[in-house]
């Protein structure tokens, strides 16, 4: 039983257009997600999180978007760039809780 | 200066071996971490300790055998080992205060099981 789901296993991108990573979640005792990013043969790295007392949450060219009612979060890069181009993991805890991953989605930026 | 790091990187194994993967954190952290993604790609917790700790034991079989001598260190030995465990293992720490949020991972230890 997946808690945390992201459908999409691929998005390919043009250089400088937005790329948009989605992530559902099922357990209404989440209350904080993460996006991870991994390059191949290194670890996921923390990218950029949200509570959920808030809907949006901006960093730079990331910006990530809880929609708490659809347990729905996305991640917005833009402009996107070919450096951009990796596994990104969505991930979800509760208080004093586990975190739960997705399954990631790559993400492919050409130039 | 790695922040996570775990040996070795790859391992190539028999079934029915015994064998560790070592992991060494510098952060200061108090909670450590084993995870592993299989090959539907999905991160799955293992294990975790605080401050040498068990805390958490994701109902893995009992021939994964986590040892934290100190709470810079976890080391994940896995005895008579399977086709199943292949995957890749990370390590990972953080210094929790309520929520598990940022958490610092080693770049993975590739176990492929013949």
């Known amino acids: 039983d997946q808690q945390v789901k992201q459908n999409s296993p691929s998005l390919s991108v043009q250089e400088g257009r937005i790329s948009i990573l989605n992530c559902d979640y099922t357990?209404?005792?989440?209350?904080?997600f993460l996006w991870y990013k991994k390059y191949p043969a290194e670890g996921p790295t923390f990218l950029i999180s949200?509570?959920?007392?808030?809907d949006k949450n901006e960093d730079g060219r990331f910006t990530v978007f809880l929609n708490k009612s659809a347990k729905h979060l996305s991640l917005h890069i833009v402009p996107s760039q070919p450096g951009d181009s990796a596994v990104y993991f969505c991930?979800?805890?509760?208080?004093?809780?586990?975190?739960?991953f997705g399954q990631g989605t790559i993400l492919t930026v050409h130039p | 200066d790695t922040a996570v790091s775990q040996t070795p990187k790859y391992l190539v194994t028999q079934m029915g071996n015994d064998k560790s993967i070592k992991c060494e954190q510098n952060?200061?952290?108090?909670?450590m971490y084993w995870y592993k993604q299989d090959s539907k790609k999905f991160l799955k917790i293992m294990f975790s300790?605080?401050?040498?700790?068990?805390?958490i034991n994701e109902t893995v079989p009992n021939r994964f055998s986590p040892k934290s001598p100190d709470k810079a260190h976890l080391n994940l030995h896995i005895n008579s080992l399977e086709l199943g465990d292949s995957a890749v293992y990370f390590c990972?720490?953080?210094?929790?205060?309520?929520?598990?949020?940022?958490?610092?991972f080693g770049e993975g230890s590739r176990l492929t099981v013949l």
């Open positions: 990972a720490s953080s210094q929790e205060q309520g929520h598990v949020g940022e958490l610092f």
């Open positions: 357990n209404s005792m989440f209350d904080y």
């Open positions: 949200i509570s959920s007392i808030k």
């Open positions: 991930a979800a805890s509760a208080l004093y809780g586990k975190l739960t």
């Open positions: 952060l200061g952290h108090d909670t």
């Open positions: 300790y605080n401050n040498k700790e068990l805390i």
